[in-house]
């Protein structure tokens, strides 16, 4: 389901419940969604924490990097939950909230990480931050399975240059 025009019943149909169910423990089809994506961010908290005691501060940033691109976060299903995520924080407080919590939580394991490797870690993580997204938003765009390789590479390939 790749769209905010879906419906509760069409929703708890796929997921094999009444939609009268799905009503009572959601409430709206906004309250079923933002439960996704709570659990998306946890599925993607616990793959950064898995990460992160990398050797050095590269490999804590590479631990970052990696747990972005997890195959449990980075599926064609999860990209397209985090596009309807973004639009619906436009519209949605709980959302809104939610997506700026997640973007502090990356900024700021992104400036940790950064703080022995450079002089402008802040500069740097909010570029990485908007290059995540970026990659995020390209491969939804396009047809066939995600390459997390290849994101990975361009993630890399900015590093290694602003790191040099």
């Known amino acids: ?27 709206s089809k906004d309250q ?4 996704a994506m709570r659990h998306i961010l946890t599925t993607y908290a616990q793959s950064v924490r898995a990460c992160l005691p990398g050797t050095g501060p ?12 997890a195959q449990a976060n980075f599926r064609r299903e ?7 995520f973004y639009a619906l924080a436009l519209i949605n407080e709980q959302a809104a909230r ?6 502090r939580r990356l900024h700021s ?10 002089t402008r870690p802040d500069d740097i993580a909010r570029t990485l931050g908007a290059l995540i997204d970026g990659v995020y938003l390209r491969e939804v765009l396009m047809s066939g ?20």
Not at 10 to 20: D, F, H, T, W, Y
Not at 98 to 103: A, F
Not at 145 to 164: C, F, K, R, S
């Open 58 to 69: 590269r490999g804590r940033l590479d631990g970052i990097i990696s747990a972005s691109f």
């Open 78 to 84: 999860v990209i397209s939950a985090w596009l309807n």
């Open 98 to 103: 939610l997506l700026r919590v997640y973007h």
């Open 32 to 35: 079923m969604f933002l439960a």
């Open 145 to 164: 399975p995600t390459d997390a390789a290849g994101a990975t590479d361009t993630i890399n390939a900015y590093l290694d240059e602003v790191l040099a």
């Open 109 to 118: 394991n992104l400036v940790v990480a950064l703080g022995d490797l450079t």
């Open 1 to 27: 389901m790749g769209s905010l025009d879906v419906t509760v019943a069409q929703i708890a149909r796929a997921a094999g419940m009444s939609p009268a169910l799905a009503h009572h423990y959601f409430g």
